[in-house]
């Protein structure tokens, strides 16, 4: 009876160790990408799987990147256990102790506690076939154990159906017990059976009489996993749930189901089967969490992302560091700045921001991110984008000139004019060398057209208000960009109130001690040719070049415009020969707009030269397009 006790000793303690090396598969789950789940990665880990049994190594999964083991309740509860069973006190002669293929949780392992005597060896193997058909149920348990223990699963498999061939001595068929076939089924799905040949096995077991349990259904779900096949597992979960209490399903058996049916992209179903596992107890694995954020940022759902990384943060799962990059990336492409914030608050409120002090995110992500918070007007997430920004960039260079403007609309959209006039101004420091080759990169007109609207959204109390912001900062010491006071120039002209233009070009100087530029006196230009206030124009052309302030492209079509508007079609051809005189080629708008005022004014002879124009530049169809009802005219004449 002591060397029975021992024996059984020795067993509990191989099965509850084995619990861990069973889990290899659940392992490899958060670790897998979906494009990297092909069945060679597959292959790959059932074969780390059969070294582990044959090595009697419970490490196998860290020989694998990235590689992480499911955590559930169950499993987590045997860790303890473990620790408290004492080791045998001698075991036979030239034998090694194998691990126990089945799971220490699971309540079949309650009525299996057979392993080979101490006084006996392992038997070499037994034939001919009759000498197994002599094994009694608990000596075929032992026998197949060791074998499946020791790597041998296709003798396992043989030694199983030679047993079941030979009659009893009444001439009857035997019957296995349920951890006969447990062994049986392990067996087969460690050498990558199909799914349905273990189905076939559980059906022989119900006609046989022999009840399924958690372990069963455990090990069939597993080799659904392998051939990916969610409709089933999906099958085989709702078995459980009607069958008995023995068979019901546990956390591994819904973290299978539900990473099977994110991986299909089933969400619906995956979000029903998360619920089901709330309702039982059982908090899903961190892998679990991961593909179902992982499957709807690929299905661009990230309101069901939102609501998952909710749940994450309540049940305190850190997600994985690229999975939420991902995520806070894909929200721009719907415009879900409530995702995207989320995303990123994980990556510098949880433990993730330990890792992601030394993430280097590249630039155009974060750009995104930027565009995203621009377009929907959020403040806070072109603050935490920016943070992310400026910590991928290390200092080493200012953020792109994108980048910059991104962030000025978004804050300027959301009304936080302070920070955007700031970093207007870091931006204007940062590139001053590239704007004097490049004007549109602080153009009023183009690049810095948001934020103009942004101040001329409340109409001209708005713009005071934005003067007297820039006014406030300069009192404070605080420098003032000189593109902030062009924009609100600009905005002047929007509404068409020259007199405030101009005061407000006037205090360029006088205010806060700066030289105007090109969009200065192009936002001047604007509003006095909308104005048809030509004198004032040519007034602004003339101070333009005492204060040896070079036109750009710009300012020779608002000149055009500007005699277009005063009906001076002579003067107009006389600034597009300037224009072109000074490298620059007039646009089509331009030319078109000057030959609608020859035709109109019925001066044929000009009309000829700006279509000598418009063939010299190279547009071609071009010409006057008549309305409705000039060609109508047209007709009756006819």
Not at 171 to 191: C, D, E, F
Not at 352 to 366: C, P, Q, T, V, Y
């Amino acid at each position: 009876m002591a060397s029975l006790r021992a024996s059984s000793r020795l067993l509990s303690r191989q099965l509850k160790r084995e619990s861990f090396s069973l889990q290899g598969l659940s392992k490899s789950l958060s670790a897998l990408s979906l494009s990297s789940l092909n069945s060679l990665e597959l292959e790959q880990r059932l074969k780390c799987d059969d070294v582990l049994y044959r090595s009697g190594s419970s490490n196998c999964g860290t020989s694998l990147p990235g590689i992480r083991k499911f955590i559930t309740s169950a499993t987590e509860s045997q860790t303890q256990l473990e620790h408290d069973v004492s080791t045998p006190e001698q075991a036979p002669a030239g034998y090694t102790a194998p691990r126990s293929p089945l799971r220490s949780y699971s309540p079949v392992l309650s009525g299996f506690s057979v392993l080979p005597h101490p006084a006996a060896g392992i038997p070499e193997g037994l034939s001919p076939p009759s000498d197994v058909g002599k094994l009694s149920l608990e000596l075929l348990g032992r026998e197949m154990s060791n074998r499946l223990s020791l790597g041998r699963l296709e003798e396992t498999i043989q030694l199983f159906e030679d047993w079941v061939k030979i009659p009893d001595l009444d001439g009857k068929s035997k019957v296995p017990t349920l951890m006969v076939y447990n062994l049986l089924l392990h067996a087969k799905l460690r050498i990558g059976a199909d799914p349905r040949n273990l189905l076939q096995i559980v059906k022989e077991m119900e006609m046989s009489g022999v009840k399924p349990n958690l372990l069963t259904y455990n090990f069939l779900l597993r080799a659904i996993f392998r051939h990916r096949n969610s409709l089933m597992a999906e099958e085989i979960l709702q078995r459980m749930v009607k069958s008995g209490s023995e068979a019901q399903p546990d956390g591994d058996s819904y973290n299978f189901v539900i990473v099977l049916c994110a991986l299909d992209r089933r969400l619906g179903t995956a979000m029903k089967l998360l619920q089901d596992m709330y309702s039982r107890g059982y908090v899903p694995s961190k892998t679990t969490y991961n593909e179902l954020v992982l499957a709807a940022t690929r299905s661009l759902r990230t309101r069901l992302a939102v609501s998952v990384l909710k749940e994450m943060k309540k049940h305190s799962v850190v997600p994985q560091l690229q999975t939420i990059v991902e995520l806070a990336v894909t929200a721009t492409e719907v415009d879900d700045s409530e995702c995207s914030l989320l995303a990123l608050r994980f990556l510098t409120e949880t433990e993730l921001s330990k890792s992601a002090r030394n993430l280097a995110m590249d630039e155009g992500s974060i750009l995104a991110i930027l565009c995203c918070a621009a377009r929907t007007a959020d403040a806070d997430l072109s603050r935490e984008a920016w943070t992310v920004l400026l910590n991928s960039l290390r200092g080493t260079r200012p953020p792109l000139p994108a980048s910059y403007l991104a962030r000025i609309h978004a804050l300027s959209g959301a009304g936080d004019f302070d920070t955007a006039f700031s970093t207007l101004h870091e931006m204007q420091v940062a590139y001053s060398d590239s704007v004097k080759n490049d004007t549109e990169i602080l153009s009023p007109f183009s690049s810095l057209r948001p934020l103009v609207l942004a101040c001329t959204r409340g109409g001209a109390a708005a713009l005071d208000a934005a003067y007297y912001k820039l006014a406030e900062m300069h009192g404070q010491g605080k420098p003032v960009a000189l593109a902030a006071i062009n924009c609100v120039i600009q905005g002047c002209s929007n509404i068409w109130d020259y007199d405030r233009a101009y005061q407000t070009f006037e205090s360029i100087g006088n205010t806060f001690g700066l030289i105007p530029d090109v969009h200065s006196c192009n936002a001047l230009l604007d509003v006095f040719g909308k104005n048809r206030r030509t004198a004032e124009v040519l007034q602004i052309h003339k101070y333009m070049e005492e204060m040896g302030i070079k036109p750009d492209f710009r300012t020779y079509s608002l000149l055009i415009d500007a005699h277009v508007v005063n009906l001076d079609s002579q003067a107009a051809l006389d600034a597009m020969d300037s224009m072109e005189k000074a490298g620059h080629t007039p646009s089509r708008i331009s030319v078109r707009n000057v030959l609608r005022r020859c035709v109109q004014e019925g001066d044929q002879e000009r009309r000829k030269e700006v279509d000598r124009l418009a063939k010299k530049f190279g547009y071609q169809n071009f010409g006057v397009f008549i309305n409705r009802w000039q060609q109508i005219a047209q007709l009756q004449q006819v």
